[in-house]
């Protein structure tokens, strides 16, 4: 039964060699992305590993090559103006605490990271600063005003390569969060492998399949013409299989994060990407 429900759920896929596009000349305003690498020591099953810029369209490309035609400046200049507002009971704003927000230049290529003993993510750093330095409410996960900043303080890294820790206090983070990765779930019994893993390159329908790189995060969809969280887009995918999505923010989808970081080490920040 396994394997006829896996095959359904694979029908449309065309059938051809896992590939990336031809076209991986990156670069961004004139400065160059590294989109296709050496796979991490740690990965079995794969040699090298492709930015999903390398799956998208020509045209859907073209649109992260300059700054001034990617739609998801829109909401980076959200970002500027959450930096700078004061909200919350202490009077603060991001900017009373972090003078330029190009201090977090590097944060990006780390995180998910392990600090006090828990896994942490870049949403759990701002609403952090947000409740106990500003007094201030803390923002949905994948809402538009975390996205806005997210994409702001990732846009610092841009360029930078990925490079979060696997060993010591990640390490049973990432084990987790590689259970989650081959774990089949939903109607479809289906694991995120099948389809990065193991069909990346071939079409369903009409997507190029890529390798589910979060390299990019956030990033805007034209799906939905709007900016979208990594666990937005895991929740997105759960649903796809009919499986009853995890919590945004909970511990299996910040484990999973971390381990789809960890595949993509030594890729390019492209933060905000354009996806289809």
Not at 36 to 43: C, K, Y
Request: charge should be negative; glycine fraction near 10%; hydrophobic fraction near 35%.
């Amino acid at each position: 039964m396994r394997r006829i429900t896996t095959l359904i759920a694979v029908s449309t896929l065309a059938v051809g060699a896992a590939t990336a596009q031809d076209s991986n000349e990156l670069s961004i305003d004139g400065a160059p992305m590294v989109t296709e690498v050496a796979a991490p020591a740690h990965m079995e099953n794969v040699d090298t590993i492709y930015s999903g810029w390398r799956f998208r369209s020509v045209e859907t490309q073209s649109l992260e090559m300059d700054d001034f035609d990617n739609p998801a400046f829109v909401f980076v200049d959200k970002g500027i103006d959450l930096f700078d507002a004061v909200d919350g009971s202490e009077g603060k704003a991001c900017a009373s605490c972090h003078e330029d927000v190009a201090e977090f230049a590097g944060l990006r290529t780390k995180l998910p990271k392990v600090q006090d003993g828990e896994l942490v993510t870049m949403e759990e750093l701002v609403n952090g600063c947000r409740t106990e330095r500003m007094g201030a409410e803390p923002w949905k996960w994948s809402g538009g005003d975390m996205t806005a900043m997210t994409a702001l303080i990732g846009l610092q890294s841009r360029g930078m390569p990925i490079d979060v820790a696997i060993d010591g206090d990640a390490a049973p983070f990432w084990e987790k969060g590689k259970e989650l990765y081959y774990t089949r779930v939903g109607q479809l019994d289906m694991a995120c492998s099948n389809c990065h893993e193991d069909n990346y390159g071939v079409m369903i329908r009409a997507d190029h399949l890529s390798q589910g790189q979060i390299n990019g995060f956030p990033t805007y969809r034209l799906k939905n013409a709007k900016l979208n969280s990594s666990h937005g887009r895991f929740k997105g995918c759960m649903k796809n299989i009919r499986a009853e999505p995890y919590k945004e923010g909970g511990e299996k989808f910040k484990a999973l994060e971390l381990y789809l970081a960890s595949r993509g080490n030594g890729l390019s920040v492209e933060t905000p990407s354009v996806r289809n």
